[in-house]
């Protein structure tokens, strides 16, 4: 069974940093992009970027290009999104997602909240 | 890519069929056929429920459908039932991947 299985809430202050994770099982990691999608509160679907694990090919949304950094571990399958300074405006849910030109699996979803 | 065009809201009785639409630009939907569909109830996760324009996962009910003419993608739901009430956003991916704005689907 494929499961993408995300970090828990983080609750951060403007200025910090944070990385948060998502562990892709039940199914060759390397073998599909895993992409990050956020969701502000109340509002809808926004594609932030995708990685290949096999070979670290990165895209990102020009949106989202150089507000966000997205990696992978190989050695224990899995994805991250990191910020090097957070905003108010960053706070959302963030999910992670098996993606193939669709997004077939979905994580759970991290809620990430930035406020002083 | 700017973000695909859908109605805000659409509603239907149960048992009917409502259509939902996604109008992009001939550089997207009307090029390509990687168009997909997510439903999300309150509070959870996105779920894929149409790829690649018309082609359904495997565990989505055959009441939904997908089609695409021109630079306009729909997604119609027949028999309409309680349960399908939620958000639903289409999707269209060219070098990078674009949402619709969202269509609350209430049922009646």
């Known amino acids: 069974e494929v499961q993408m299985v995300q970090s828990g809430a983080e609750v951060k202050k403007p200025g910090e940093s944070l990385k948060i994770s998502c562990k892709g099982s039940?199914?060759?990691?390397?073998?599909?992009?895993i992409g990050w999608v956020r969701q502000m509160p109340g509002k809808g679907l926004e594609w932030l970027g995708v990685i290949y694990p096999g070979d670290s090919d990165t895209r990102y949304s020009p949106s989202f290009q150089g507000q966000v950094t997205i990696s992978a571990d190989n050695s224990i399958s899995t994805a991250y999104l990191q910020w090097s300074s957070l905003k108010a405006s960053d706070t959302a849910v963030y999910y992670c997602?098996?993606?193939?030109?669709?997004?077939?699996?979905w994580g759970q979803g991290t809620l990430v909240t930035v406020s002083s | 890519q700017s973000a695909l065009t859908q109605p805000a809201s659409v509603s239907g009785s149960p048992g009917q069929s409502i259509t939902i639409s996604c109008t992009g630009t001939?550089?997207?939907?009307?090029?390509?056929?990687?168009v997909s569909w997510y439903q999300q109830h309150p509070g959870k996760a996105p779920k894929l429920m149409m790829s690649e324009v018309s082609n359904r996962p495997s565990g989505v009910s055959n009441r939904f459908s997908g089609s695409k003419s021109g630079n306009t993608a729909s997604l119609t739901i027949s028999g309409l039932q309680a349960e399908d009430e939620a958000d639903y956003y289409c999707s269209s991916y060219t070098s990078t991947l674009v949402f619709g704005g969202g269509t609350k689907l209430t049922v009646l």
């Open positions: 039940g199914y060759s990691f390397t073998s599909y992009y």
């Open positions: 001939s550089s997207d939907v009307g090029d390509y056929n990687h």
């Open positions: 997602v098996r993606h193939r030109l669709w997004h077939d699996y």
